[in-house]
């Protein structure tokens, strides 16, 4: 059994997370005597809890809003990655230096390698709609980009946050794709073209739920994504599967994402089953797959 190592997720608030859950599935598997816990921190209590983190009472964690962003300055070093899609969400300690990275892009485009095959071949020729221009949109906008969607349509209720987010996003110098900013009443007019849906913002969760998305709009073909997972069904995925289009829910983003830090920390490749999946599916009070 290996040492005791201790690792967090910090986030405000923080208790709605199921990381702690995740990764003490993958701690006992693995018969590793470290612990993974969830940490309500405010923005005024960084600092200090950064140095607990240099002195080695951690080894690393994950970070969720409203922090992804804020806590650059704090890191005394940060990824390529993190530097384009501006925000970190996994810390690793390192010679008593925190290291910043970003694992949302990996984790996106991993759970969609393995739940829509083929769902990025041609993809400079297709159109992606991002719905949403927060912290989460950036990770995903980075991953398209990466792979070479040639459209990507941020939209927006408040269009000049995607305007804004849109032209960050274009200093990441990938050629040949093309951001455009929307309002997000412009979804019905470019869902003709699109050949994924996204959404990364929050509505989904807590008995919310866009109004007025056309989604039979879109071609037949089209895939709709959703990273929100509590609930794993959102209103979204809902609405798509009444119309026979593909859908991918949020779990397994949250899933291979972690991996990544779990693997930092531990010095374990974690494996992403259906018995993992399962586990978290009873968390969320879902049958099992």
Not at 44 to 68: A, R
Not at 99 to 121: H, P, V
Not at 210 to 220: S, V
Request: proline share 3%; glycine share 6%.
């Amino acid at each position: 059994m290996q040492n005791n190592h201790q690792a967090f997720v910090i986030g405000d608030p923080v208790s709605h997370s199921l990381s702690p859950k995740l990764h003490q599935f993958w701690l006992k598997k693995y018969n590793i005597s470290g612990s993974y816990k969830a940490v309500n921190i405010s923005a005024n209590e960084l600092p200090s809890f950064f140095q607990k983190l240099q002195t080695g009472e951690f080894i690393g964690g994950n970070v969720t809003i409203p922090h992804k962003e804020n806590i650059f300055s704090l890191c005394d070093e940060i990824s390529q990655e993190v530097k384009e899609i501006g925000a970190i969400n996994t810390l690793v300690l390192k010679d008593n230096k925190v290291f910043g990275a970003n694992s949302d892009w990996i984790g996106f485009l991993e759970n969609l390698d393995r739940e829509a095959l083929n769902w990025d071949k041609n993809a400079e020729q297709k159109h992606a709609i991002i719905l949403g221009a927060g912290g989460a949109s950036r990770a995903i906008i980075y991953a398209l980009m990466r792979r070479k969607f040639s459209h990507i349509h941020i939209l927006n209720r408040t269009k000049d946050r995607a305007i804004s987010l849109s032209k960050q996003m274009k200093l990441v110098s990938y050629e040949e794709v093309k951001i455009r900013a929307h309002s997000l009443d412009e979804f019905n007019n470019l869902a003709p073209k699109a050949d994924l849906v996204v959404n990364t913002s929050s509505i989904g969760m807590n008995d919310t739920k866009f109004e007025n998305l056309a989604l039979d709009n879109l071609p037949k073909s089209a895939i709709i994504n959703d990273i929100v997972y509590t609930p794993l069904n959102t209103p979204l995925l809902i609405d798509a599967k009444n119309i026979r289009l593909k859908t991918v829910d949020g779990l397994g983003m949250l899933l291979f994402q972690a991996a990544f830090g779990f693997e930092k920390w531990f010095g374990v490749k974690p494996e992403i089953d259906n018995d993992l999946r399962n586990h978290l599916l009873s968390a969320l009070g879902e049958k099992p797959c």
